[in-house]
């Protein structure tokens, strides 16, 4: 079945510097992948797309790379901030054109 | 636009009633989603409407139903009420596709007693 990895772990990471959180994937090449922030109880926001012919996509602080030869997806928070601390989830569609999500990494910046 | 909206935000209900939450989607967006959202776990697809007909099903019991109104509304119903079934439920649409972007709801949580 086709699965999404994200690091279970929480990422903690000092203001100011680049957090870099990851989203394997397996047994399917998605033609786009898809990055949500998600802060505690409330529904996730989305971020950024990156299709599969694009090697890397920006907006603002935020930058996402698509490497589909290691089936991988980074997602780049430069300058980082203690508000943006919340959980990162990133999501594709299968062949079956079903959603699948990560179960998301828990970002902490400290001050 | 008005984002996507859900009511009730929280509710508490016990074991064996049942439960209707509702959804309104971004005006001119066709698909709706539900997913159940539990404490450490990642988003759990229930079902998806598009044009008043379900077109995807996750893997969640019977207990679990909903439907699409004409103007793209939905509601999600949960019978029989047990105490697993305690989450965030979140509401989502997007324009066509099942598989566009995602704008989520702000959630409602609800408490089996």
């Known amino acids: 079945s086709q699965k999404i990895e994200q690091n279970s772990e929480a990422l903690n990471i000092q203001e100011g510097k680049t957090a870099t959180l990851t989203c394997n994937y397996t047994?399917?090449?998605?033609?786009?992948l898809q990055w949500y922030r998600q802060d505690p109880g409330r529904g996730p926001v989305f971020l950024l797309l990156?299709?599969?012919n694009e090697k890397e996509k920006r907006k603002e602080r935020l930058k996402v790379t698509f490497d589909t030869t290691l089936k991988q997806s980074l997602f780049h928070i430069t300058a980082s901030q203690p508000a943006d601390s919340a959980t990162y989830l990133c999501?594709?569609?299968?062949?079956?054109?079903?959603?699948?999500w990560g179960a998301g990494t828990k970002l902490i910046i400290k001050p | 636009k008005a984002g996507v909206t859900q009511t009730p935000r929280y509710l508490i209900k016990t074991r064996g009633q049942q439960v209707t939450l509702s959804c309104s989607p971004i005006?001119?967006?066709?698909?709706v989603s539900w997913y159940q959202q539990t404490p450490g776990q990642g988003l759990q697809f229930l079902f998806e409407?598009?044009?008043?007909?379900?077109?995807n099903k996750g893997n969640f019991p019977g207990r679990f139903s909903g439907r699409q109104f004409s103007n793209s509304r939905s509601e999600m119903n949960v019978s029989t009420l047990e105490l697993g079934d305690s989450a965030l439920y979140l509401c989502?649409?997007?324009?066509?596709?099942?598989?566009?972007?995602?704008?989520f709801g702000p959630g409602t949580r609800l408490t089996v007693l």
């Open positions: 047994n399917y090449s998605p033609a786009y």
């Open positions: 999501a594709h569609s299968d062949s079956n054109y079903q959603l699948i």
């Open positions: 989502a649409s997007s324009l066509d596709r099942f598989t566009d972007t995602q704008y």
């Open positions: 409407y598009f044009s008043e007909t379900q077109r």
């Open positions: 990156i299709r599969e």
């Open positions: 005006s001119g967006h066709r698909s």
